[in-house]
Nanobody, 123 residues
């Protein structure tokens, strides 16, 4: 069982910044990508940003230039952390943000999700 612990959401004014963190208790050797998705009530979940084990980042067009994803690989190769630095936030960024880890297992690829953290941007 993979445990993902998210933190850093909250309320911020438009133009402000927040930093999300997600600590994943999983072997780094099995991780393909770590990332963030978001979903507002009644909407489909959408990719925000992902980062591969080699550090290659992918962003949604709506957040390019404003958000930065990074990761900290654990020295013990077990507890790995992914961050999402969000700058110049606007009301459209209001959403529940979910941490994601895609990993390889003997039974194929598996996706694990965090519990979600609310980000609210006031205009």
């Amino acid at each position: 069982q993979v445990q993902l612990v998210e933190s850093g959401g909250g309320l911020v004014q438009a133009g402000g910044s927040l930093r999300l963190s997600c600590a994943a208790s999983v072997s780094i050797f099995s991780i393909n990508t770590m990332g963030w998705y978001r979903r507002a009530p009644g909407k489909q979940r959408e990719l925000v940003a992902t980062i591969t084990s080699r550090g290659t980042a992918t962003y949604a067009d709506s957040v390019k230039g404003r958000f930065t994803i990074s990761r900290d690989n654990a020295r013990d190769n077990v507890k790995n952390t992914v961050y999402l630095q969000m700058n110049t936030l606007n009301a459209e960024d209001t959403d529940v943000y979910y941490c994601n880890v895609e990993r390889s297992t003997p039974w194929g690829k598996r996706n694990d999700w965090g519990q979600g953290t609310q980000v609210t941007v006031s205009s």
